[in-house]
Nanobody, 119 residues
Framework: QVRVVESGGGLVQAGGSLRLSCAAS????????MNWYRQAPGKQRELVAA???????NYEDSVKGRFTISRDNAKKAVYLQMNSLKPEDTAVYYC?????????????WGQGTQVTVSS
């Protein structure tokens, strides 16, 4: 059974930090691309940060220099360190595990964790 579970969300003041964690089980984690998405009220879900199976990273422009994605294959976990948080970072953050390549690809999602940044 595949499970993707996020944790670490919460309420923080602007300028503060949070660290999100995502634990994945039931998948070949070491070959999965792992991603963090977020969805704010009334907005589409957007990709925030990505890390490939080889450790290459990419970030959405608005979080570059503030967020850091990392992974621990031994623990089957991925993390998102968020610093210098802004009210516009408020959203539900989702962990995504992406396996395979087009057209044989599969995505697994967590249930999401709320991040609220107060001004």
């Amino acid at each position: 059974q595949v499970r993707v579970v996020e944790s670490g969300g919460g309420l923080v003041q602007a300028g503060g930090s949070l660290r999100l964690s995502c634990a994945a089980s039931g998948i070949a984690f070491n070959i999965a691309a792992m991603n963090w998405y977020r969805q704010a009220p009334g907005k589409q879900r957007e990709l925030v940060a990505a890390i490939s199976s080889g450790g290459s990273t990419n970030y959405e422009d608005s979080v570059k220099g503030r967020f850091t994605i990392s992974r621990d294959n031994a623990k089957k976990a991925v993390y998102l360190q968020m610093n210098s948080l802004k009210p516009e970072d408020t959203a539900v953050y989702y962990c995504n595990a992406h396996l395979g390549t087009f057209p044989f690809e599969t995505d697994y999602w967590g249930q999401g964790t709320q991040v609220t940044v107060s001004s």
